[in-house]
T-cell receptor, first 112, second 118 residues
Framework: DADVTQTPRNRITKTGKRIMLECSQTKGHDRMYWYRQDPGLGLQLIYYSFDVKDINKGEISDGYSVSRQAQAKFSLSLESAIPNQTALYFC???????????FGDGTRLSIL | AQKVTQAQTEISVVEKEDVTLDCVYETRDTTYYLFWYKQPPSGELVFLIRRNSFDEQNEISGRYSWNFQKSTSSFNFTITASQVVDSAVYFCALSGDAGGTSYGKLTFGQGTILTVHP
């Protein structure tokens, strides 16, 4: 089984819908992250959490919210999806702030 | 603010050629960490290497090597004798050390698409 699991892997939805992307990990890491990948822009940090009680905004948090339900679970929500949120979304974990981040396989989200 | 620039958007080579992917970074942190990740066509992100700013030794791992030069703020990645399986998008990334605002947050470059033709 994958250490970092994202669900769903693919999702197509309509403008205005509420969407939740889920991430769970078995690595025992405290730190979890959500990134968005757009073609030609690399990955941009949406939100990050250094432990269950610590959640922080990243570079592009507008339009998104997160919930850290447990050490192993970190979900990303789009309250009212819009087409320019169409992208590939990655969840990642790390043991400490300077250790490599380990990524899930990504969720491809299309908003029509 | 941190910045990572991968000026090469796409590189195309023929199998067995050597290829170097460039990465230039900007940071105000005195201590920081640099990373390379690989994203094959299947889409997942694979960690390749981490280098800290106080260790300028170059590193070789099989056909891969990394040249870190603090004086020019560069962390270049070379693949020797490239293979078709090396075809992927390669990302360079940067994070700051503890105590700084960028601690634990990766800043990615735009990525370089490498295509290796048979």
């Amino acid at each position: 089984d994958a250490d970092v699991t994202q669900t769903p892997r693919n999702r197509i939805t309509k403008t205005g819908k509420r969407i939740m992307l889920e991430c769970s990990q078995t690595k025992g890491h405290d730190r979890m992250y959500w990134y968005r990948q757009d073609p030609g822009l690399g990955l941009q940090l949406i939100y990050y959490s250094f432990d269950v009680k610590d959640i922080n905004k990243g570079e592009i948090s507008d339009g998104y919210s997160v919930s850290r339900q447990a050490q192993a679970k970190f979900s990303l929500s789009l309250e009212s999806a819009i087409p320019n949120q169409t992208a590939l979304y990655f969840c990642a974990t790390s043991a400490t702030g300077n250790q490599p981040q380990h990524f899930g396989d990504g969720t491809r989200l299309s908003i029509l | 603010a941190q910045k990572v620039t991968q000026a090469q958007t796409e590189i195309s080579v023929v199998e067995k050629e050597d290829v170097t992917l460039d990465c230039v970074y900007e940071t105000r942190d005195t201590t920081y960490y640099l990373f390379w990740y690989k994203q094959p066509p299947s889409g997942e992100l694979v960690f390749l290497i981490r280098r800290n700013s106080f260790d300028e030794q170059n590193e070789i791992s099989g056909r891969y090597s990394w040249n870190f030069q603090k004086s020019t703020s560069s962390f270049n990645f070379t693949i020797t004798a490239s293979q078709v399986v090396d075809s992927a998008v390669y990302f360079c990334a940067l994070s700051g050390d503890a105590g700084g605002t960028s601690y634990g947050k990766l800043t990615f470059g735009q990525g370089t698409i490498l295509t290796v033709h048979p």
